[in-house]
C-alpha cells in the first residue's frame, strides 16, 4: 500500500510537471496572481492563472470578492491565451465573457459590456511603492501644462498635524496662493498637498524629479524638483 501511495505521488507530480511543460509562452507567463480591476480601481480583486488543463484551456481562481465586483466571473470556466491572440475569460459553452490584449508589459486591458474597461496588472507590480522621504521634501515648482511656474512649494521634513508641514515662497499666483495650501503627506506611490479647506491635490511620480497631478487631464498640474 505505501508503494502504491508513492507511485500515486509520483504519477501526479509527473502530471503537474506535463501541465506547466504544455503550456504556450504567452499563457506561461501569465501563470500566478494578478490584480483584476476597472478601470476606475474601485472594484479590485485578485485573480490566480493555473497550469492546469480545463477544456480548451486552464484553470482560473478568483478570490471570493470578485464575484460581487465583477458577478460574470461566476460563469467563467477557465482562461486561455494562444500565442500572438488575445487573453481570454470563457465560460462553458466556449464563449469569451472577457477578451485582454496586452498595452504594456505586466497590464492588460479589455473594453467589456456592462463594466467599462477591465484591466489586469501583474500583483507585484500593482502592489503600492513606498517612495522615501528625502525624495520628496525640497523646493518644488508648480506648473501648469507647459506654461511658467505658478508658485514655488517648499516641502519640508517638519511633522505636522497631518503628514509634514509645507511652506509656499513669495510670488505665488493668486489662484493657488488663495487655496493656502498648508501640509504634505506621501499615500504609498502618492504625494499629497492639502489646502486649508477641500480636498489634497493628488500627484503621481513620473520620474524623480516630476510629479504628475491626477486624475490626469489635458492641461495637467506637475510638480518640478527646483
Known amino acids: ?31 500566478g496572481s494578478w490584480e483584476f480591476s476597472n478601470a476606475g480601481h474601485d472594484r479590485v480583486c485578485t485573480v490566480t492563472f493555473k497550469a492546469d ?11 471570493p470578492k470578485c464575484a460581487g465586483q465583477f458577478p460574470f466571473v461566476k460563469d467563467v470556466a477557465f482562461w486561455n491565451y494562444p500565442d500572438n491572440d488575445l487573453l481570454r475569460f470563457v465560460d462553458g459553452q466556449g ?12 497590464m492588460f486591458e479589455a473594453p467589456t459590456p456592462g463594466f467599462g474597461v477591465l484591466f489586469l496588472q501583474n500583483a507585484a507590480d500593482a502592489a503600492p511603492k513606498t517612495v522615501p522621504l528625502d525624495q520628496a521634501t525640497g523646493d518644488w515648482a508648480l506648473v501648469r501644462g507647459t506654461g511658467k511656474p505658478l508658485c514655488v512649494i517648499s516641502l519640508t521634513a517638519t511633522p505636522a498635524d497631518r503628514g509634514f508641514a509645507l511652506a509656499v515662497k513669495p510670488g ?32 503621481e511620480q513620473d520620474d524623480t524629479n516630476t510629479w504628475l497631478r491626477i486624475p490626469a487631464s489635458s492641461n495637467p498640474y506637475t510638480l518640478v524638483r527646483q
Open 95 to 106: 464563449n469569451a465573457l472577457a477578451e485582454f490584449s496586452e498595452v504594456e508589459t505586466g
Open 1 to 31: 500500500m505505501r508503494r502504491l501511495g508513492v507511485a500515486a505521488l509520483f504519477i501526479l507530480a509527473l502530471t503537474g510537471a506535463a501541465a506547466a511543460q504544455g503550456i504556450n509562452e504567452s499563457a506561461k507567463e501569465m501563470l
Open 172 to 203: 505665488c499666483d493668486p489662484a493657488i496662493a488663495r487655496l493656502n495650501f498648508r501640509h504634505w503627506s506621501l499615500d504609498g506611490d502618492e504625494l499629497q498637498i492639502a489646502p486649508e479647506r477641500g480636498n489634497a491635490w493628488r500627484f
Open 53 to 63: 488543463r480545463v477544456g480548451a484551456g486552464y484553470r482560473v481562481e478568483f478570490d
